[in-house]
């Protein structure tokens, strides 16, 4: 009994600390959902209106848009940080010349704030004056303006997103290859089992609940993508690159509806989780299931 | 005699001035006495107006009365994002902020401002002999309420113009080649399709020699409000289409509701602006209104429509500017019936902007706040703001000699915005500026990408911006 008051007395900072910043502000969040609030209408006093704002947003063609472009930016994304960040995790495993410098050059985008990664790729692809659209052009007489151009913008966005996240992966499954026993790989290169046949039977079953966690935390990251590309393209051209957080940002700040902001917001997060959730039941609980059978 | 006169009326007007100096000088010592050392704290955009108020006025501030000022000059959606956030919350964090001409109908509607006219006559103590509002130009009634009371003292003002490189249009050889293409004379465009013209020809003439020019700027950010604004209070006015295309009585946007957001005239501004970019350099998608002042002082535009706030530096700041010296300054080109409906009063020609710093009410420094805004509202300080930022809000500004010297390097500006400045006018008096805003500009951007064509665009927009009114409560 006296253990376990130490316990909770020990936690309690935690728990208030997240209950305060974690758990009452989601709990606004989710009260304002129910009401209609916004400043600057004729009336600017909150107003109950039950499930209105959710009714809505099943009706919003902006709303909508965003949530696609934000899963197909999350895919583009996700996907090309994992492969890459494991051959870059490969790499690293072997020795080269500068193995050291390279390694830290390639961790550095991971120290800079995205907001500040946001304005470096602006500068770099600026139409008119960055360097790589004056190059693309003059190179190769490709016209580079992702203000202007839907695609380049969308994929500026992913491309400055791998960059930007790809080697926190590379660390993760540097970290995972490291640690993995050796003995699987002898026995199997006995057996004469090819790289690829290496690589689908025994590197990844063993690397899989690393790739899983770091899926997890760069899924759950790139859906809530806001300041890099808020810097970068503001969201555009058109509505481009506006991501459910931008699009939210914009209901809730310019637009200040704050009702039907925080409607967005929980609608996205209970999206995330049952995304994170059928993610997890396709890749863990489906081992789990055949072990059992 | 005569020399005996002359003494009296000199030792008179000594006395007189060594008794007011005094009494002026020491005002500001006086009135914050008590104060000193209060810190007060304002936001305002990073423009060259307010980057003079933060960087000249502010510390002359702070040594006239020991109240420190802190001054953040930030970006203009941050501004506006931390002083709203700030008097709704009422953190009282700001003690001053910058209220834009469109936004003070919205902020007035929320009670956000303290009654500057009111606080002034509670506290006499405070009111200072050298703040006149008589003295502002009438720009200054943006900030009135009905009753004729103050809500911010206007630190900047101008007009949006049409700026065009007098050097070209003046070169013997760009007028004969002009000539001999259209069989008219190169001049600034007094309407669109001369615009066109010219910046068809400019366009050309910019490939043809090899060189980095092109022959209009656009204001045409397509993910950022700025291009919205160029639209529908620089674009829209000049084909006739006024306060946005949305009835100021019924708050209808569409035509079907009583607006013009969606009218032909409309369509036709808005298919006439995006046939621009054709003719724009490519940086003209990204371009805010600095850009749209960078890219005319880097040379790269033969004409294009510019905030006025910039025309001072383009015209005459070497160090930041490649066409010093090379600035022509005219009106916005318009379609036939316009000018005559400015003139009568019913509609206008362009964007009169500007702004004036006020007091949050959740301000904890009030009365430190006042004396600011008095200081900065002093017609002495006036011209040599003018001179580093191009705006004027005083009218005996004009007539100070060293802005009359920079009129002349500027072609005239001052003097344009003097006698035309009736003809331009600020925002309409919405309350649900940035609502509205907000609601039409995705479909502004589209037509800017060309995934939508500018009828379908304005079209959407309009239904937009009527559900937005309704979903406000303003159109029943």
């Not at chain 2, 054709?278 to 535009?301: K, Q």
Request: a neutral charge.
């Amino acid at each position: 009994m006296r253990s376990s008051s130490v316990g909770w007395l020990f936690l309690a900072p935690t728990l208030l600390i997240l209950f305060v910043f974690g758990v009452l502000p989601f709990l606004y969040v989710l009260v304002i959902g129910f009401t209609q609030w916004n400043s600057f209408a004729a009336d600017p006093e909150m107003r109950f209106t039950g499930a209105d704002n959710f009714r809505r947003l099943v009706f919003d063609d902006q709303f909508l848009y965003s949530l696609w472009l934000t899963l197909k930016f999350a895919f583009f994304a996700v996907v090309s940080e994992i492969v890459l960040g494991y051959f870059l995790a490969q790499a690293f495993m072997r020795d080269f010349p500068g193995k050291g410098f390279f390694r830290t050059i390639h961790t550095l985008p991971l120290v800079i704030a995205p907001i500040a990664v946001g304005a470096t790729w602006r500068l770099l692809t600026v139409p008119g004056l960055g360097p790589l659209p004056y190059y693309l052009n003059r190179w190769f007489g490709y016209e580079f303006n992702i203000s202007r151009y839907i695609d380049q913008a969308f994929f500026t966005t992913v491309v400055m997103d791998v960059w930007h996240w790809t080697p926190l992966v590379t660390l993760t499954l540097l970290a995972a290859l490291s640690s993995l026993p050796k003995e699987p790989f002898e026995q199997a290169q006995i057996d004469g089992a090819n790289r690829f046949q290496i690589f689908w039977h025994i590197t990844l079953p063993l690397l899989k609940p690393a790739i899983l966690a770091t899926v997890f935390i760069r899924m759950m990251d790139a859906l809530r993508t806001v300041d890099e590309v808020w810097m970068l393209t503001g969201g555009g051209p058109g509505a481009a690159t506006r991501y459910i957080g931008l699009h939210i940002w914009r209901v809730v700040f310019p637009k200040t509806d704050y009702g039907y902001g925080s409607a967005m917001s929980l609608i996205t997060l209970y999206l995330t989780i049952v995304l994170c959730w059928m993610l997890y039941a396709g890749l863990v609980a489906r081992r789990d299931l055949k072990r059992a059978d | 005699m005569y020399h005996f006169k002359g003494l009296i009326a000199s030792a008179f007007a000594t006395a007189l001035l060594s008794s007011t100096t005094p009494a002026l000088a020491d005002f500001w010592s006086d009135a914050a006495k008590g104060l000193e050392g209060t810190t007060i704290r304002g936001i305002s955009e990073s423009t060259p107006p307010s980057n003079y108020a933060k960087d000249v006025l502010g510390p002359a501030f702070t040594k006239a009365t020991g109240i420190k000022v802190e001054f953040e000059a930030t970006s203009w959606d941050q501004m506006y994002d931390k002083a709203i956030k700030d008097m709704e919350a009422n953190t009282g964090i700001y003690d001053f902020v910058y209220i834009e001409q469109d936004i003070i109908y919205s902020y007035l509607a929320r009670n956000f401002l303290v009654d500057i006219t009111a606080d002034l006559n509670e506290s006499p103590n405070l009111k200072s002999p050298t703040f006149d509002i008589s003295k502002f130009t009438s720009f200054v009634d943006n900030f009135k309420n009905d009753k004729g009371n103050l809500f911010g003292v206007p630190m900047e003002a101008f007009i949006k113009v049409y700026l065009y490189r007098k050097d070209l249009f003046n070169d013997p050889k760009v007028k004969e080649a002009y000539k001999a293409k259209y069989g008219a004379d190169l001049a600034p465009a007094k309407d669109h399709k001369e615009y066109r013209q010219i910046a068809e020809f400019f366009t050309e003439w910019g490939k043809s020699s090899g060189g980095e020019l092109w022959g209009t700027t656009v204001q045409a950010a397509s993910g950022h409000p700025a291009s919205v604004y160029e639209v529908v209070e620089s674009v829209f006015p000049t084909y006739g289409i006024y306060n946005w295309g949305i009835d100021a009585k019924t708050y209808g946007a569409s035509v079907a509701n009583g607006g013009r957001l969606n009218s032909p005239e409309a369509k036709a501004a808005l298919a006439w602006w995006i046939g621009n970019l054709a003719y724009a350099p490519p940086e003209s998608t990204s371009s805010t209104w600095d850009e749209i002042a960078a890219t005319f002082a880097a040379g790269r535009a033969a004409q294009g429509l510019v905030y006025g706030e910039n025309a001072a530096w383009i015209a005459t700041d070497d160090k930041k500017s490649t066409v010093v010296g090379k600035v022509g300054v005219a009106l916005p080109p318009v379609e036939p019936g316009v000018i005559e409906q400015a003139t009568s009063g019913q509609g206008y020609i362009g964007y009169y902007d500007g702004g004036a710093f006020g007091i949050p009410h959740s301000s904890k420094n009030k009365k430190a706040a006042l004396l600011w805004l008095q200081y900065i509202g002093q017609e002495s300080v006036q011209a040599d703001w003018a001179l580093a930022g191009s705006r004027i809000t005083h009218n005996a500004t004009y007539d100070d000699p060293k802005v009359k010297e920079q009129d002349k390097k500027v072609d005239g500006y001052y003097t344009l915005m003097r006698e035309k400045g009736p003809l331009f006018r600020g925002a309409p008096p919405f309350p649900f500026h940035n609502q509205v805003r907000e609601a039409i500009a995705p479909f502004i951007y589209q037509a800017i990408t060309g995934e939508l064509k500018p009828d379908e665009a304005l079209d959407k927009a309009a239904a937009a911006a009527d559900a937005e009114l309704k979903n406000l409560g303003y159109r029943k």
